[in-house]
């Protein structure tokens, strides 16, 4: 009867060295002043406009932009359930600013509306509006305003605050943060 043999030679070596290193985002606890936000058009076409009053709320930003986060996106397969997790930049998460208002309290006045709207309807053709958040931090961003609305999807009017000089309702403002100036 015939014997089979074999054998594998198998050589090991040294490990690579990895290195991984990771940029971790900390805010400072800042709770911010009393300073009012600005916009700044590009060109000279429209003046600066210094906020009336800072909004009541706003979201996706603290004292940086609040758009580097986790994207994780579940899978499923066969057996089981496959997660996978990116930690990069959301660049489409938008800043919301919202002026709270009501059928009897006007958040702001319309004069200072126009001149947000005046902006929102004319975006500049070179460059970008600037946006300073000062009672949050020193810092300017370039910014793409994407909405403006009063009361709901639309600008809505109220007769009577309007002969007054005012808005009823909340004023909603979006924006897509550029970069930072």
Do not use: H
Not at 70 to 88: S, Y
């Amino acid at each position: 009867m015939a014997v089979l043999s074999s054998q594998t030679i198998v050589t090991t070596a040294d490990a690579l060295a990895v290195t991984q290193s990771f940029d971790f985002t900390i805010l400072p606890n800042i709770t911010g002043s009393l300073s009012l936000r600005e916009l700044l058009y590009p060109t000279t076409t429209f003046a600066p406009i210094t906020y009336q009053k800072n909004p009541d709320t706003w979201t996706n930003f603290d004292v940086a932009p609040l758009t580097k986060r986790p994207v994780v996106v579940k899978q499923a397969t066969l057996e089981d359930n496959r997660i996978t997790q990116w930690i990069g930049y959301d660049r489409d998460a938008d800043i919301t600013e919202t002026w709270r208002g009501s059928d009897s309290e006007a958040p702001m006045s319309l004069t200072f509306f126009r001149q947000l709207y005046a902006y929102y309807e004319n975006p500049p053709v070179v460059g970008f509006i600037q946006w300073l958040p000062k009672d949050r931090t020193v810092n300017t961003y370039n910014i793409v305003i994407k909405s403006l609305t009063v009361g709901g999807q639309d600008v809505t009017y109220n007769f009577i605050a309007a002969l007054q000089d005012c808005l009823t309702g909340d004023v909603v403002m979006k924006f897509e943060i550029v970069s930072q100036v």
